[in-house]
């Protein structure tokens, strides 16, 4: 398998450091408000990176964080007259409703960046003690120029940085381009340590819960690619310091959504939540069309391309259900897959996760459903279909049928082949209204 990364730019062979296990860390969301459609994008495609080591027979350890202490959660908690604590474990639940929703599995874990300051004091101290972290007015601060290759995951020269971080003046900071590891606040919960009451710093957050969790160098971290800098490159910093390695051998990042070709952003009032898109759409369509883009690539989202991809997950769907209702009536019980199609999904997949690529063979085996007279192949193309679909996490979510469910589908046949009109029509409104027909 090959995966593109960040830090060399390339695509590069994966290999796990421990066989058939994957550790995948993903910056997961601040929970101040409803998730729109731009955060789900990482949300499903990292939930398919899971998936498909899953069906790969890894074990995954997939780890998200849930930033639940920030600026924004004690803003909007003023305005609602809540406490931060209550507010952001409202969007928390909400969060992951919304991840289900989207038809993602919930991470294997989701730690709260609250319930790791201890173990970040802790990071903290062990960074100043060794040199590469300072106490200074009221905050502490990262050394960067500690850091060789500091701005190698985001191809930044750190001249050039510097000159940048110039224009803010910091006096607290022994040079321009330090990060803050830890803030004195005033507002909002704080923690005690010895540089007086604070929280820690976003970076720093995700560094330690990583070093905590894991204890150990992970395969992939993963997120947006607006996180690149400074997000992952001052939390590569930082683990580099603090143990002497670059925090993740793969680090992938996901493309922007845009809306209409526009930054989803609250302040343009452009923003579609997710909770929202799904009431008038199944989420199967949504998932489609963001896995039909390459996963680095821009996705420039509308209610065009969205009606489009519902079209062809309703089709898509139209195809399934008919050859499931034909295998079930016909107690057909031979599970089996077409191999070739299957090598040519793994290969699509194993390229970078070219998820577009995989929907194309998806696609062939609908057309093999629908073109196939017998129905060993018919149903060796369906299971081959759902199959792949659900390592997409797509989901046709057809019930069983019961045993009166197939006996009333061969009376309604035999009716019809009698001429007994009305016989016929009496049944098939119950199988209508079951959903078979
Ligand atoms: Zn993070």
Not at 49 to 74: M, Q
Not at 338 to 346: E, R, S, T, V
Not at 359 to 372: A, G, L, P
Request: charged residues 30%; proline residues 2%; contains cysteine.
């Amino acid at each position: 398998m090959k995966i593109y990364n960040t830090l060399t730019n390339r695509k590069e062979k994966f290999t796990p450091q421990k066989e058939k296990e994957l550790n995948m860390y993903v910056c997961g969301p601040t929970v101040y408000n409803y998730i729109h459609i731009g955060n789900a994008r990482p949300v499903v495609f990292f939930d398919v990176v899971r998936r498909y080591f899953a069906y790969l027979g890894y074990k995954v350890n997939y780890v998200s964080n849930i930033t639940d202490v920030d600026d924004k959660i004690i803003a909007e908690a003023k305005r609602l007259n809540l406490t931060e604590k209550e507010l952001s474990t409202y969007f928390t639940d909400k969060f992951f409703e919304d991840t289900i929703r989207l038809g993602s599995l919930l991470p294997t874990e989701t730690p709260k960046a609250t319930e790791y300051v201890s173990d970040m004091i802790f990071y903290i101290d062990d960074l100043i003690n060794k040199g590469y972290a300072y106490h200074s007015g009221d905050s502490v601060y990262f050394r960067v120029d500690k850091i060789k290759d500091y701005g190698k995951l985001s191809n930044q020269v750190l001249e050039d940085l510097e000159i940048g971080a110039r224009i803010e003046k910091d006096t607290q900071k022994e040079t321009p381009l330090d990060f803050m590891i830890w803030r004195k606040t005033d507002e909002g919960i704080s923690f005690n340590s010895k540089w007086g009451s604070g929280r820690p710093g976003w970076h720093t957050e995700c560094a330690t819960m990583i070093n905590s969790i894991f204890k150990e160098k992970i395969d992939i971290h993963g997120g947006g690619n607006d996180l690149i800098f400074p997000h992952h490159e001052n939390e590569m910093a930082q683990s580099e310091a603090k143990s002497n390695h670059s925090l993740a051998n793969y680090w992938m990042h996901v493309g922007r959504l845009s809306l209409d070709n526009v930054k989803m952003s609250k302040s343009l009032q452009n923003v579609i939540l997710v909770k929202d898109l799904l009431k008038d759409y199944e989420y199967q369509g949504f998932r489609l069309l963001l896995l039909a883009h390459h996963y680095r690539q821009p996705v420039n989202f509308s209610y065009d391309l969205m009606n489009q991809f519902d079209n062809e997950w309703q089709k898509m769907k139209r195809t399934l259900k008919l050859a499931f209702v034909e295998i079930s009536i016909n107690y057909y019980q031979h599970v089996r897959y077409n191999d070739f199609a299957l090598d040519d999904f793994k290969r699509a997949m194993n390229d970078d996760f070219n998820c577009a690529n995989a929907i194309t063979v998806i696609h062939e085996q609908i057309k093999e459903i629908n073109k196939s007279k017998e129905l060993e192949d018919k149903a060796r193309a369906y299971y081959t279909a759902t199959l792949m679909l659900s390592i997409l996490g797509i989901d046709a979510e057809f019930k069983e049928l019961t045993t009166k469910q197939i006996d009333d589908y061969h009376a309604w046949q035999r009716a019809r082949e009698e001429k007994r009109y009305q016989d016929a029509d009496e049944i098939r409104i119950r199988l209508t209204e079951a959903g078979i027909l």
